[in-house]
């Protein structure tokens, strides 16, 4: 008889969207479970250290980074997010504030205002399309989805106060001294990964994922893309971290998180 993994998945939970990502992930786990996969999941909101270390894999929702960051400081919650994912290097999703909090620099903010978690070689360009009101929908084509049923149907995704990914930096030991340097930008802290954590984990490029190719300039955006003449860095991975720019959550769609938890599954087996 085939022993049934038992995985559990957190969503952070100190403010945004976090139920919303728990009902797709309960939708996603249905799928992928119908098409063969053995692995039983938890769903569990993340709150506290010791709920953290009960997690295989973590979500870092959409919302106010800053309030995110903040709170997980006053809670003593900060410093056990950074072991989980550079150190333990634990598969671990950020969408929007997600995302800007996975990355290693984020420009636009006042030092001191905002502490990151780091794991994504990326610097982040806060706020790119604009205010709330500058909120937008559109269709993305994304293809790594290409696998999964009807994963060549357009993604409708949601951008609230939407971050990219501005540069990709170069991996360097340490901190990125280059990028704290530069006026309004944060660094995350370094910390190195545990000597058993496979390499592949560890020295791996940023992937970009997916870009936004926009045919009318939304009120707000700022510089140019420095890496990319495709368009806007909208979706990264590298080693246990992804991130995206825009709200899965915030839709009826599982497709990501179905992707995602296959991605969870890959990484444990390795």
Not at 26 to 44: C, D, E, I, P, Y
Not at 179 to 192: F, G, H, K
């Amino acid at each position: 008889m085939t022993q049934v993994e038992q995985l559990t998945v957190g969503v952070l939970a100190l403010q945004g969207a976090f139920s919303e990502h728990i009902q797709l992930l309960r939708k996603a786990a249905v799928t992928l479970n119908a098409g063969g996969a053995t692995a039983q999941w938890k769903f569990t909101e993340v709150r506290t250290a010791e709920e953290l270390a009960s997690c295989d894999a973590l979500i870092v929702p959409g919302g106010e980074s800053t309030a995110i960051s903040l709170v997980a400081a006053r809670n003593g919650l900060l410093d056990n997010l950074r072991d989980f994912v550079k150190v333990k290097r634990k598969p671990t999703w950020g969408t929007c504030a997600g995302l800007i909090l996975l990355a290693e620099s984020a420009n636009r903010t006042k030092k001191g205002g905002q502490e990151l978690i780091g794991g994504l070689d990326v610097r982040v360009n806060r706020n790119h399309f604009g205010r709330q009101t500058e909120s937008f929908t559109t269709n993305i084509e994304l293809p790594f989805l290409s696998s999964l049923p009807e994963g060549n149907i357009p993604y409708h995704a949601i951008f609230i106060r939407a971050p990219v990914v501005e540069k990709i930096l170069p991996h360097v030991e340490g901190i990125q001294t280059k990028e704290a340097e530069r006026d309004d930008t944060v660094v995350a802290p370094s910390l190195q990964p545990e000597e058993q954590v496979p390499r592949d984990l560890i020295n791996t490029e940023v992937e970009v994922m997916a870009s936004l190719i926009r045919t009318e300039k939304h009120p707000g955006t700022v510089q140019p893309n420095e890496t990319s003449s495709g368009g806007d860095i909208i979706a990264v991975r590298q080693g246990n971290c992804f991130g995206t720019s825009f709200h899965p959550e915030l839709t009826d769609d599982p497709r990501i998180h179905v992707w995602w938890l296959q991605e969870i599954l890959q990484t444990l087996h390795k």
